[in-house]
């Protein structure tokens, strides 16, 4: 069990910790969201004794960690850090990497050492990567590596902060099944991540960051779907919403692909609905609006709701009334319309952007 009470950490221009009070149970998966700066990792790094804090407490079951004489290599012991750089040694070869830490810590013999690192890589899926070398590894495999290492160690909790960053997204699914497993095996682990679904299916509890304290928590049902504060509303849509602003016709077209592919992914929407998805913005987006207007100003919004497994897609534009199911592209707008349900458009003159059409897509 964790107890922090009171915690705060300054640095020089900034004050990310103002006064944070938690208890980890033994067992709980807690994700940690919030938006960037405010002091998610630092919190981690606190807590694993990475920082020192300006004040307050932290508690390891009976031992205040915090207090003075506490070693920090026995909180190292106990506590095992994945970071999203992998930090892999180089000139190790993978076993070794995983093999290190318990030799130089736990003082294991190299023998003992070997076979728990063989037993950790078994684990994670890359028992036949044990003799090559760090960079003959593809991200996720490393990070893959860099779990095995973490959990060599056998630490009673694991903190992880955004594991699956730094990855190409090809390589995350990888890394977020070795981590839930971890999860559903009973390890006690805080993770900082911002993707809903997979904290949702990990965690049983979710600490949203803000003003310096832990602004809001509750099981990821009540952070997700029903947040008490007004901060943590907007984060949430913030994480649930893609949103997209076109305002020149050369835009990064490609991106604004990859950008609707990323988001499918990260929601777990199947691959009939993005590709339907992608469709939509083609000829809804693209063609009938962007490709139709001198200078374009479009804001666009994609959400998915997982209870529905349907799609709500907002487009608002400017320019004058332009209804595009009428005015549009005739074969554009039939292959809009065999792909969405509920077409819907709306003129209002007292806005920027005056032209709103809606549809659902399934
Ligand atoms: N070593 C440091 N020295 C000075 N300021 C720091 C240091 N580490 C972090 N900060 C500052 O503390 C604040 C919190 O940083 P932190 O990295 O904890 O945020 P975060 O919530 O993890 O953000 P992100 O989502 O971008 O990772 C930021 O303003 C950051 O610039
Ligand atoms: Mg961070």
Known sequence: MIRIENLRKEYPNVVPLKNVNATINDGDVIAVIGPSGTGKSTLIRCINLLEKPTSGKVWLDETEITGPGCKIEEVHKKMGMVFQSFNLFGHMTVVENVMAPTMDLLGKPAQEAYDNAMDRLREVGLSDKALSWPDELSGGQKQRVAIARTLA???????????????DPTMVGEVKSVIKELAESGKTMMIVTHEMSFAKSISNRVFYMDEGEIYEEGTPEEVFDNPKKEKTRRFVRRLKVLEIGINRRDYDYL???????????????????????H??????????????????????????SQEKDEV????????????????????????????????????????ERGNRVEFCIK
């Open 153 to 167: 160690m056998n630490p009673d909790i694991i903190l992880l902060d955004e594991p699956t960053s730094a990855l």
């Open 255 to 277: 991106g604004t692909h990859r950008l609707i592919e990323d988001y499918a992914q990260k929601n777990q929407i199947s691959v009939a609905l993005t590709k339907k998805i």
């Open 279 to 304: 469709r939509a913005y083609e000829e809804a987006v693209h063609q009938s609006i962007v490709c139709a207007m001198e200078k374009p100003d479009v804001h666009l919004s994609i959400e998915y």
């Open 312 to 351: 709500e897609f907002v487009a608002d534009y400017s320019g004058e009334e332009m209804n595009i199911f009428i005015d549009g592209d005739s074969i554009s707008i039939s292959i809009l319309r065999s792909v969405v349900l509920g077409e819907k458009y709306i003129w209002d003159d007292t806005k």
